[in-house]
């Protein structure tokens, strides 16, 4: 059972662009949404993180919309760059430390 | 600061064999969880210890079991090896910021089983 729902799968964005990825929930009981960027042989890396009592949190050219009711939230890349080309996963997780992550989606994006 | 750090980077087993993986966290970091990743998966949480002791315990059989030194470094084992095992294992150290606990992870011991 997924608990957290990820799409899409993969994104080809033009450099410049805006990538934007979405996730979806069922657990009411999550009370953080990290978002992770993998590149190929490494670790995943923090990118940027939200509290469901926020709606929106942006950091530089990354920004996550929250909507509660919706139990969805997602993450969008402003301005993207080749740099950028990775796998991002989303992730949630409820009191208690065990992390929830979705499927991952993998971004390319073109100069 | 080393950062999270894991050993063996690559290993190959063969079916029924045992593994043992470790990690150091990073400098200050005394909770340390353990990750599966399959190929092109998410990563599935497998348990978490912290002073020592098994804190949390994802949905893994028992043939997965780990340990924790009283320097915060961590083991992950695995019996009986299946082809099934054969993933990205990671390691990640948790820090309180916040209010709550963000992860940092390690680069990851690719495990083969043939």
């Known amino acids: 059972q997924q608990q957290v729902k990820q799409s899409p799968q993969s994104l080809i964005v033009q450099k410049g662009g805006i990538s934007i990825i979405n996730c979806a929930y069922e657990n009411t009981a999550f009370d953080y949404f990290p978002w992770y960027q993998q590149f190929p042989g490494k670790g995943p890396a923090l990118l940027i993180a939200?509290?469901?009592?926020?709606s929106e949190k942006k950091e530089g050219r990354f920004t996550i919309s929250f909507n509660k009711s919706a139990k969805q939230f997602s993450l969008h890349i402003m301005d993207s760059q080749p740099g950028d080309s990775a796998t991002y996963f989303c992730?949630?997780?409820?009191?208690?430390?065990?992390?929830?992550f979705g499927t991952g989606t993998s971004l390319t994006v073109i100069p | 600061d080393a950062g999270v750090t894991q050993s063996p980077t690559h290993l190959i087993k063969t079916r029924g064999q045992q593994v043992t993986l470790r990690c150091s966290p990073k400098s200050g970091h005394d909770t340390v969880s353990w990750y599966q990743q399959a190929l092109g998966q998410g990563p599935q949480f497998i348990f978490q210890y912290y002073e020592e002791e098994e804190r949390q315990r994802g949905n893994f059989p028992d043939r997965f079991s780990g340990h924790q030194f009283p320097n915060y470094s961590s083991e992950l084992n695995v019996n009986a090896l299946l082809l099934g095992d054969s993933a990205l294992y990671l390691c990640?150290?948790?820090?309180?910021?916040?209010?709550?606990?963000?992860?940092?992870f390690g680069p990851g011991t690719r495990l083969t089983v043939l």
């Open positions: 939200i509290r469901p009592d926020v």
């Open positions: 990640a150290s948790l820090e309180l910021a916040g209010g709550f606990h963000e992860q940092f």
């Open positions: 992730a949630a997780r409820p009191p208690g430390n065990q992390f929830y």
